[in-house]
C-alpha cells in the first residue's frame, strides 16, 4: 500500500484538471463542493446575506443544490430535476424523473447527472434539459454522483458502487460492498473512499475498482466521506464520529455518542485543524482534526440531518427547527440566522456568492448580498 500522506497534492491535481473543464472556481458543482466532499466553499458571503428569491418547487426538497456559472441544479421529492436562473429563480427547465430525487446533482462538462429512488442514473443536458443518457441499477439511488475526470462514481441500494463513463454511461467497473451504499463517493488522489451501511469505510483503487483497505467501524454509515491530510472524516448512525487513515484503513481517533450524541446523517467538513460534525441529537460540533478533541458545541432545537458548509470564518446548516443556522468557525456561537418555517435536512451550496438550499415545504432559498 502506497498511497498515503501524498494525496494531498494529487487531490489538488484532479480538483484542476475538473476546474478546467467543467467549472469555475467560485462554482459548486457537487454535493459537499468537491470530489474530496470536504464541504469547504470556494466562494465568500457577506456577513449578513439577504434573501433574494424564493422558488416553489411544488414537493419536498432534500436534495442539495448544484451552482455552475448562472444557474442553479436541483432535485425534488415530485420527481424532477429543475434549473433555476442564479439570478432571480427563474425557471430554465424541468427534467422528469421516473421517482422522486433526494440525490444532489453534480455538473460536469455540458452534463448534469443525478440519481432517483427508482435506481435510475440520469445524464442530462445542462443546456436544454434533455436526456443524454440513462443507467439502471438494482436499487434505489440516494447517493449523489461524483465526478472525476471522464466518468462519475455513484451509489446504490443494490450494494454496488459504480464508476460509469460520463458521456455515454458505460459501466467501467462496479464494486460490491455488503450492504447498500448511502453515502456519496470521496475522491483523494487516486482513491475513492465510501461509508456504507454494512459498517465499513472502505478504501478503493479508482482505476481498477479494488478494494485497498478498510476499516469495520460500524454498525453503518449513511454520511459522506470528508477528506482531509491523509485521513476521512464520517459519522456513523451508531453515533461513533471518526478519523480514518487511507494508507491502511486504521482508525486514528473516534468519538463516540457518550461524548457529544446521537446519530450522523449529515457529513462532515474539514478545513485545517477543523472537523464539522452534525448530529440527530439537535448538536453540530467541532472537533480537531489531529486528535478529535472537542472544541465546541452548538445546541440547536431539533435534529440536523443538514450537512455543514464551512465559508470563511462561519459555518452554516440547516435544521429541522426550521432556521438556516450560521455559527462562527472559531466559536460556535450563533451569527446569524433564517427562519424557513420547515424543517431543512438538504445542506447548503454555496457558489458565485450566493447559498441556495431548499426545504420540507418545496421552498428554495436563495441568499446572497
Partial sequence: MRHG??????WAALAGSLSAGAHGAGDWPCFRGNPAGTGVAASPLPAKPRLLWTYEAG????????????????GTMGKALVALRLSDGKLRWRFATNHRVSS????????????????????????????????????????????????ILVGSYDNYLYKLEASTGRKLWSFGSDAQVHCSPCVAGGLVVIAGCDGQVRVIDL???????????????SATPAYGAGCVFVGGLGGEFLSVRLSDGKVIWKVLATANGGAAYASAAVQGDAVVFASRNHTVFRLD??????????????????????????VFFGCDDGSLYAVGLATGREVW???????????????????VIGAADGAVYCFGP
Fill in 337 to 355: 440566522r433564517f427562519l424557513a418555517g420547515a424543517a431543512i435536512s438538504a445542506s447548503p451550496a454555496v457558489g458565485q456568492g450566493r447559498l
Fill in 59 to 74: 414537493s419536498a426538497v432534500k436534495s442539495t443544490a448544484a451552482i455552475v456559472g448562472d444557474t442553479v441544479y436541483v
Fill in 104 to 151: 444532489s446533482p453534480a455538473v460536469m462538462g455540458g452534463l448534469v447527472y443525478v440519481g432517483d429512488e427508482g435506481g435510475t442514473i440520469y445524464a442530462v443536458d445542462r443546456a436544454t434539459g434533455r436526456l443524454r443518457w440513462k443507467y439502471g441499477t438494482g436499487g434505489e439511488v440516494i447517493s449523489s454522483p461524483t465526478p472525476v475526470p471522464g466518468a
Fill in 289 to 314: 482534526r489531529a486528535t478529535g478533541r472537542n472544541v465546541w458545541v452548538f445546541k440547536g432545537k431539533e435534529q440536523v440531518e443538514s450537512s455543514p458548509v464551512i465559508v470563511g470564518d462561519r
Fill in 5 to 10: 500522506w501524498w494525496m494531498l497534492p494529487a
Fill in 207 to 221: 482505476a481498477t475498482g479494488r478494494q485497498r483497505a478498510a476499516a469495520s467501524v460500524g454498525p453503518n454509515f
